[in-house]
């Protein structure tokens, strides 16, 4: 069973630094990231990203080959 979490996110920059806060019913969760920790996430998400369109290409072209 899901559960809808009402959370309010903000991120404040100091120092190329951003803390996000995440809030619902129960428990507050924040952590702290720094600009190169961000940008590093990003280009690991656009890897993986450009990873699966490849992916996505062989299987299209596997199936293609299958097909009579």
Do not use: C, Y
């Not at 619902?24 to 952590?31: L, P, T």
């Not at 190169?36 to 992916?55: F, G, H, Y």
């Amino acid at each position: 069973m899901h559960t809808t979490l009402d959370m309010l996110i903000t991120a404040l920059t100091r120092n190329n630094n951003i803390t996000i806060g995440m809030r619902d019913s129960e428990r507050k969760i924040s952590f702290k990231l720094s600009l190169p920790e961000i940008i590093a996430q990003l280009e690991m998400i656009k890897v993986n990203e450009e990873d699966r369109e490849e992916t996505l290409a062989d299987d299209e072209e596997f199936a293609n080959v299958r097909r009579p």
